[in-house]
């Protein structure tokens, strides 16, 4: 995979634009430099592959844009080694931004084709995580507790499910409604059953669905 000095200097250019529009977090910064967005697209976009805007990557799915990337990952707060689940593996762009950020990557995708392919790309790339054919809604039990969960999919309400699988202390960082529009949602699990919810501003991702899609 080729990196120019084209592609180099177009990446730090959106980075320039997330710092100066409210992504202050030096660290999801340069992580999102280690990770070169045009490698996520098809051919067709290479030119504009770093403009603020969602792409189409197949099985009716898009890559986010990159200040969404940013602002979640500014969200999650993440401290090197912690467990993170993503729910929504895509392409695999954030997957590769939560990793380069030091985490321990576990994510799900219910597409089965995008799911293998995206398995093979980020082997190539040597990108590490522990990536799962499966629903989102349900998480993955049989290997949580983690420390934070990030949800890159519209999800109508939010999901029991994943809020059992935090630690305490822990955030699911999930946007929230139905329509074109939904809000940037973290949950903090305080204790046992006792959460605390903030809102972020209204942002748009394609639907959360159940199940798995063959």
């Known amino acids: 995979m080729r990196d120019s000095l084209k592609h180099k200097g177009m990446r730090k250019n959106m980075l320039n634009e997330l710092a100066a529009n409210g992504i202050t977090n030096k660290d999801v910064l ?3 430099d280690k990770v070169p967005r045009h490698w996520f697209l098809d051919e067709a976009f290479l030119n504009i592959s770093y403009e603020n805007r969602a792409f189409p990557i197949g099985c009716q799915q898009t890559i986010s844009h990159p200040k969404t990337v940013a602002y979640q990952t500014q969200l999650l707060n993440i401290k ?3 467990k993170i689940l993503e729910i929504g593996t ?4 954030q997957t590769s931004v939560l990793f380069m950020m030091g985490a321990k990557v576990y994510s799900i995708e219910r597409q089965k084709d995008l799911h293998i392919t995206t398995k093979k790309f980020l082997d190539s790339i040597r990108v590490r995580a522990f990536l799962k054919y499966g629903d989102g809604y349900k998480g993955l039990p049989s290997y949580a507790p983690f420390d934070k969960i990030i949800v890159t999919a519209a999800a109508p309400f939010i999901p029991n499910a994943l809020l059992e699988q935090l630690t305490e202390g822990g955030k699911l960082v999930i946007p929230v409604g139905e329509g074109k529009m939904q809000t940037m949602t973290v949950i903090e699990r305080l204790s046992g059953n006792n959460y605390e919810k903030k809102e972020y501003g209204e942002f748009s991702f394609v639907p959360m ?5 063959r």
């Not at 669905?209 to 899609?213: F, I, R, S």
Request: charged fraction near 40%; hydrophobic fraction near 25%.
């Open 30 to 32: 340069e992580a999102m």
């Open 80 to 82: 090197k080694g912690e």
């Open 90 to 93: 895509g392409c695999g762009y």
């Open 209 to 213: 669905l159940e199940e798995k899609a």
